[in-house]
């Protein structure tokens, strides 16, 4: 197996007794991220012929992408991306980034109103904004003195390092402002994935649930796969307690590292072993024709894990609860156990994201950028990939303005499921609360358009 990346050094042979302009190493980018594209991207029969690559870095490599901008075609690339900086770029795939810890969603204020309010969702322990004291359910109705508004709401929320969160509440059926404020400041945070995991018992069911946030072995730079070990920990509990019924959380996960989803479902899937099939990739014409005359088209099936930890033998399904968040690995997981279980969503249409990528950078380091190019597209064992526009719930929800806390009986999605599970109808479900608002996204849909399902770079062979 031999990495897919072409390291072109960016100064030429001859001795360089000025430094080189910035048209000049615009134009070293470019020729770096043309070279590579054409070896690795998925699409790379829809690469231009001829792009202009007088463009800035970023513009150019986006300028190649198959139907970028064409929003009828649900299978163009919506998902490959570019940065200036590649360890930025390698930090925030390992949930590793500048945050307060907040994801949260925007709704309109009011019907036809251009004013907007921010729900948190939930808060990452440990975080700046749990220190300040937020929590899920909170509603923001400024940042830093200034109303949010359908203008503002996308800089104000993610721009500032000091953040002061002017806090709102449902009074009477609206939303009012308080004089509550509450100060967090952006720093440098490793997230832990896995939020939440609890055992309920009701009747002869023991009910498993997971709370897992983001696709990620261990934290960035970490050599040991903490964050999975802690995966195997929450099954063995599972499996030790009699788990006979599975609720997996993905409404807040935009994907990561396709290894964590293998591992994952192979502590799931019934009737599973090591010889089984979770995914197969398909790669750009050009690299499948290598792959079939070297005769290495089992490097292409990615097959479960034989796991001490599974309790896939005691379940008869899976409950797996969606946003229109939940993507790429999420998504895997969901079709990746269609074949070996039924797979039963509850909440919203999934992202659509049937494809992943590699990181690319210049190992020679005089080239800054990364990117994240798609390069593959994934397949059950059934040979399934029809997921482009998303997975459509088999029952439909959403979450209200006014939310229990994840893990409550009661919470929405999870009451859901546990009527479902039991046969209760909807004894356990407490009223929506809140007055319905418009929604106009969350940054979780943020995160799924900027993650993806992604495999070491050494996953590609070119022979």
């Avoid at 939020?195 to 069911?205: A, E």
């Avoid at 959403?398 to 999870?414: I, M």
């Avoid at 407490?430 to 399902?453: D, W």
């Amino acid at each position: 197996m031999t990495g897919c990346t072409k390291d072109p050094s960016i100064t030429p042979d001859a001795p360089v007794t000025s430094t080189p302009s910035k048209t000049d190493q615009s134009q070293s980018v470019n020729n770096w991220i043309l070279e590579n594209m054409r070896d690795v991207y998925y699409w790379a029969d829809q690469i231009p012929a001829n792009p202009d690559t007088t463009l800035a870095p970023a513009p150019f490599f986006y300028s190649l992408l198959y139907d970028y901008n064409k929003e009828a075609n649900p299978e163009r690339d919506r998902f490959s991306w570019i940065q200036e900086n590649v360890d930025e770029l390698k930090s925030s795939l390992s949930g590793e980034e500048k945050t307060t810890g907040l994801e949260v969603k925007y709704y309109l204020r009011a019907q036809g109103s251009t004013d907007v309010i921010m729900q948190v969702l939930y808060v990452l322990p440990g975080s700046p904004a749990a220190q300040a004291g937020l929590k899920r359910g909170d509603i923001i109705t400024s940042v830093n003195g200034q109303k949010l508004t359908t203008s503002n709401y996308a800089s104000l929320a993610t721009t500032p390092t000091t953040f002061r969160y002017g806090l709102g509440e449902v009074e009477n059926g609206k939303i009012v402002d308080t004089q509550l404020v509450k100060t967090a400041i952006a720093a440098v945070f490793q997230q832990n994935p896995v939020l939440l995991d609890s055992v309920y018992t009701i009747g002869s069911k023991k009910i498993g649930y997971l709370v897992y946030n983001q696709f990620i072995p261990g934290p960035n730079g970490s050599k040991t796969p903490i964050y999975d070990q802690k995966l195997e920990q929450i099954f063995s509990k599972f499996k030790a307690q009699g788990v006979n019924e599975l609720v997996l959380d993905l409404r807040y996960n935009p994907g990561g590292y396709v290894s964590s989803s293998v591992k994952l479902a192979s502590m799931i899937g019934k009737g599973i072993d090591n010889t089984k099939t979770y995914y197969r990739m398909e790669y750009n014409k050009n690299i499948m024709d290598e792959i079939k005359r070297a005769g290495q088209t089992g490097e292409l099936v990615t097959h479960f894990e034989s796991k001490p930890q599974n309790i896939g033998n005691n379940l008869s399904r899976v409950y797996v609860l969606t946003s229109g968040g939940t993507a790429s690995a999420s998504e895997l997981i969901i079709n990746g156990l269609k074949p070996f279980m039924p797979v039963i969503t509850i909440g919203e249409t999934t992202y659509g994201k049937n494809v992943g990528s590699i990181t690319i950078e210049d190992e020679t380091g005089k080239i800054k950028w990364g990117m994240q190019p798609i390069v593959f597209k994934s397949f059950n064992a059934l040979n399934q990939s029809d997921y482009s526009t998303g997975f459509v719930p088999t029952i439909e929800k959403s979450e209200p303005l006014q939310v229990k806390s994840l893990g409550d009986l009661e919470e929405t999605y999870l009451a859901t499921a546990v009527a479902q599970i039991t046969g209760s109808g909807t004894a356990r479900l407490s009223a929506e609360r809140g007055p319905k608002l418009p929604t106009i996204g969350s940054s979780v849909q943020r995160r799924a358009g900027g993650s993806n399902m992604f495999i070491e770079r050494s996953k590609i062979t070119l022979y």
